[in-house]
């Protein structure tokens, strides 16, 4: 008899609005190609959201990720206002899934885009950066957003990065930071980049800053190969390079964690396209596809993905690429399955036929904690919200305060110094940043706090403090513009 071979658990959701067709119709393909799924089904989304659950997953849905490892899931709806968290943000950040992968490739000449060579992966780091989503007002004009950069966080996602290259015989693998502006946020990923690369020797290695780093890739995608970045840079530029490739309805992407991952389409639940078997199924299709690859099913992906290739090519196109002159048949969600179903066994006639090799096994251990540095403690920042003064006053006033073991060196204003010898054309808001540097041997967590008292005790409004340290000698803290 046969061997059976075993069958992966597999959790999935359909989602709302197109997620109920566009998953029919990927089951439906991957069934036909031989993949081996156990499939457990959870409900999340909208109907959830309406049973009052902000979170739009029933609390018994996660011992269901937890226990099958892997989710497949289409898109949902997120409800507007009332306290809705994203469902998205919500898993990803639960479960850890600190990479998210993108690959973006054109199918020229089969679907229209201006970039005919572009065959490219975004790794986007997809727990930290801004996506804290830590926010504060703190004066009448001033708020903020704390971006967090770790490196654990960074070399985890950097070395998946390197990892994918290796595993998909990538030559290069480029970073886009703003360690220009950011030096020491984005300079540690930077950092970490760099020292994760020397591990990677056989792999072309290269940094651009991501201004001029997206413009090229933007004209000329075909310079890179797998690309990895910080979260928001990643947010934005993977949706640009989606659209690059013709549409963004045909790009999937995986979201990798240590205990579970998740893959899906990127595009959302398109509630106006719902249920009139429209909705092409190709984005989740393609998440599917890097969730075989996942599971070790690279096979079937393989198969599967070869015939999706070759029914694009063919012409047989839902109404988001049908375009006359190059597509030959419109069809339906459900006829676009069939079609790539009736051609499994077949390979592309022109595009490059996909190839999966065996997954190599990924060797994504963090290297071990380094000796700790020294950290000194050397000053603080008090931030305070003052209206309508003149920086020379606020100075004056500061200078006269009981004031131990530190003193006022400079006032910025949303970056920017303002005293001493400021500039009289540069704008004022009411956040004003007062930083005290230690001038005796040493400066305490409780002088630091002296200095808070005595602005508070002569009436400074104050709004929020940092701490200013070395790291074994080295400066930790960013210099106003024109300090
Ligand atoms: P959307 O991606 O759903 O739709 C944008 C446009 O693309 C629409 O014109 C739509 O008709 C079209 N489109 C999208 N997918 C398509 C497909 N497979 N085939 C053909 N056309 C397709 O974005 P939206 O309208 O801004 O958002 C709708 C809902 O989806 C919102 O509630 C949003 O919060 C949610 N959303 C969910 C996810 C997710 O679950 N991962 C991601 C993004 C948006």
Redesign the pocket.
């Known amino acids: 008899m046969a061997a059976v071979a075993t069958k992966t658990p597999v959790t999935v959701a359909y ?4 997620g109920p067709e ?1 998953m029919d119709a990927t089951l439906r393909i991957l069934d036909a190609a031989g993949a081996r799924l156990d499939i457990e089904r959870i409900e999340i ?1 909208e109907s959830v959201y309406n049973r009052g659950l902000q979170s739009g997953i029933e609390p018994s849905s996660w011992e269901a990720l937890r226990r099958t490892k892997v989710f497949l ?8 206002g009332g306290g809705f968290k ?3 943000v919500t898993v990803r950040k639960t479960l850890g899934m600190y990479a998210n992968v993108r690959p973006c490739a054109s199918l020229h000449p089969y679907v229209a885009t201006k970039n005919p060579n572009m065959d490219l992966v975004i790794v986007r780091e997809n727990e930290e950066d801004v996506y804290g989503g830590i926010e504060h007002r703190q004066t009448q004009d001033v708020v903020q957003c704390l971006k967090l950069i770790s490196r654990p966080g960074s070399e985890r996602v950097i070395r998946y990065a390197f990892e994918y290259a290796r595993a998909h015989a990538s030559k290069k693998v480029t970073c886009f930071t703003k360690d220009n502006i950011m030096k020491q946020t984005d300079g540690l990923f930077h950092e970490t980049f760099d020292e994760i690369a020397k591990q990677y020797s056989e792999i072309e290695n290269e940094h651009w800053i991501v201004d001029i780093g997206a413009a090229k890739m933007v004209d000329t995608p075909e310079a890179f190969d797998v690309l990895v970045m910080p979260n928001l840079y990643g947010d934005v530029l993977s949706d640009v390079a989606a659209q690059m490739t013709g ?3 045909l790009a999937g992407s995986a979201n990798i964690g240590d205990h579970c991952s998740m893959f ?10 719902a249920g009139q078997n ?7 299709f393609h998440g599917a596809l890097l969730m075989l690859s996942h599971i070790g099913q690279g096979d079937v992906a393989e198969s599967a993905h070869n015939a999706w290739l070759r029914t694009i090519e063919d012409g047989v196109h ?3 690429i049908f375009e006359e002159g190059v597509s030959k048949q419109k069809v339906g969600t459900r006829e676009f399955a069939a079609a790539v179903v009736a051609r499994l066994g077949q390979e592309p006639q022109h595009l490059k036929a996909a190839r999966y090799a065996k997954q190599a096994e990924m060797h994504l251990a963090l290297r071990p904690e380094r000796t700790r540095s020294h950290k000194e403690r050397v000053g603080i920042d008090v931030f305070i919200d003052a209206p309508g003064a003149h920086p020379d006053t606020h100075a004056a006033q500061i200078r006269r305060l009981p004031i131990n073991g530190a003193k006022l060196t400079v006032i910025a204003n949303r970056g920017t110094k303002v005293w001493p010898h400021g500039d009289p054309d540069t704008f004022w808001s009411d956040h004003w940043s007062c930083r005290f540097e230690c001038d005796s041997e040493s400066f305490s967590g409780k002088d630091a706090m002296q200095i808070v008292g005595a602005l508070d005790a002569a009436g400074f409004d104050v709004v929020k403090t940092e701490g200013l340290f070395t790291f074994d000698g080295a400066r930790a803290f960013s210099l106003a513009q024109g300090q």
Do not use: C, F, M, W
Not at 15 to 18: E, M, Q, T, V, Y
Not at 278 to 284: F, T
């Open positions: 989602g709302d609005g197109i566009i989304g899931k289409a898109p949902i709806t997120t409800p507007q994203s469902l998205n549409s963004v309805g899906e389409a990127i595009h959302g639940s398109a509630p106006r396209r429209l909705a092409n199924p190709s984005g989740l839902t109404y988001d």
